[in-house]
């Protein structure tokens, strides 16, 4: 629940406006004072992400302030995780393998403590350089940036801060089903295809996934839940094939669970008429 009065909505790029450790003049990098703690990331659930539409998964944290800073005068400081992936200082200054937020807002709790909300903008366009290849599909950790601003508006101070936490970036994937014949007689075989397809990031396509165990789930006419009540392996183009005896009217789809580096895939759901 938001408490307090916003603070303020920050944007966060990368490049130009410092994000770079090596970069920084050793004057500058000096402990802030300032803590970030609770980071929440995409609820704690991994980040899926396909081959040409943006995510945003949401971000929570609290900030803590130094002496000599107040939530009253946000323009004095700025606070937040990112995610990022090889050694942090390629990261932060190059842009490479690092995801921060894109807009986040601060709610006061008092003169020193805030509570920020926002999202994570991650974009599989190459020129992102996000998840610009499928080595990304891997476990991400945790920093956050502390930076302490002049009253002109110049870099006072700025430090990084490595945690402990971390997070799983997974390729999406796709099924598609088709169950046959429509409709059927009781008693006679139903068979049941689809594809199960995984983005690559280095090609922007979707590609068949193969050697994958897929679950073929069935709903009953009337009733609200799906049963698993086969299992498929998917071939080397990722296809789908099985077979199994028409009972009742009901609808089929095709269930893959996923992976340490892939998402979840449901189908959509394919009807047979048993006369």
């Known amino acids: 629940m938001k408490t307090g009065r916003r603070t303020v909505a920050v944007a966060t790029l990368v490049g130009a406006l410092g994000l770079s450790v090596l970069n920084a003049p050793a004057a500058q990098a000096a402990d802030t004072g300032i803590t970030v703690s609770d980071i929440v990331?995409?609820?704690?659930?991994?980040?899926?992400?396909?081959?040409?539409?943006?995510?945003?998964?949401?971000?929570?944290?609290?900030?803590?302030?130094?002496?000599?800073?107040?939530t009253a005068r946000p323009s004095g400081y700025?606070?937040?995780p990112f995610i990022y992936r090889g050694g942090m200082s390629k990261a932060v200054d190059t842009?490479?393998?690092?995801?921060?937020?894109?807009?986040?807002?601060?709610?006061?709790?008092?003169?020193?403590?805030?509570?920020?909300?926002g999202e994570f903008h991650i974009d599989p366009h190459w020129s992102r350089k996000q998840v610009d290849t499928n080595a990304a599909a891997t476990t991400w950790k945790t920093a956050v940036a502390l930076r302490l601003w002049k009253s002109?508006?110049?870099?006072?101070?700025?430090?990084?801060?490595?945690?402990?936490?971390?997070?799983?970036?997974?390729?999406?994937?796709?099924?598609?089903v088709n169950a046959t014949p429509e409709p059927v007689t009781k008693g006679k075989k139903i068979t049941v295809t689809g594809?199960?397809?995984?983005?690559?990031?280095?090609?922007k396509k979707y590609d068949g996934y193969g050697?994958?165990?897929?679950?073929?789930?069935?709903?009953?006419?009337?009733?609200?839940t799906f049963?698993?009540?086969?299992?498929?392996?998917?071939?080397?183009?990722?296809?789908?094939?099985?077979?199994?005896?028409?009972?009742?009217?009901?609808?089929y789809r095709w269930v893959y669970y996923g992976n340490s580096t892939t998402g979840v895939?449901?189908?959509?759901s394919d009807y047979v008429d048993v006369l």
């Open 41 to 70: 990331i995409n609820k704690g659930k991994p980040i899926v992400v396909g081959t040409t539409k943006e995510v945003a998964p949401p971000i929570s944290f609290n900030i803590a302030l130094p002496a000599g800073q107040s």
């Open 211 to 224: 050697g994958r165990t897929v679950s073929l789930q069935f709903k009953a006419k009337g009733t609200d």
């Open 265 to 268: 895939a449901t189908s959509a």
């Open 152 to 176: 002109n508006g110049g870099l006072k101070t700025e430090e990084y801060e490595t945690r402990s936490q971390t997070v799983q970036l997974k390729r999406a994937a796709k099924a598609t």
């Open 227 to 251: 049963k698993t009540v086969k299992k498929a392996t998917t071939s080397s183009t990722g296809t789908l094939k099985t077979t199994v005896t028409a009972s009742a009217d009901g609808s």
């Open 195 to 203: 594809k199960l397809t995984r983005a690559n990031w280095s090609t």
């Open 95 to 117: 842009g490479d393998g690092y995801i921060g937020p894109g807009i986040y807002t601060c709610f006061e709790i008092d003169a020193k403590r805030a509570r920020c909300e």
């Open 78 to 80: 700025t606070a937040h």
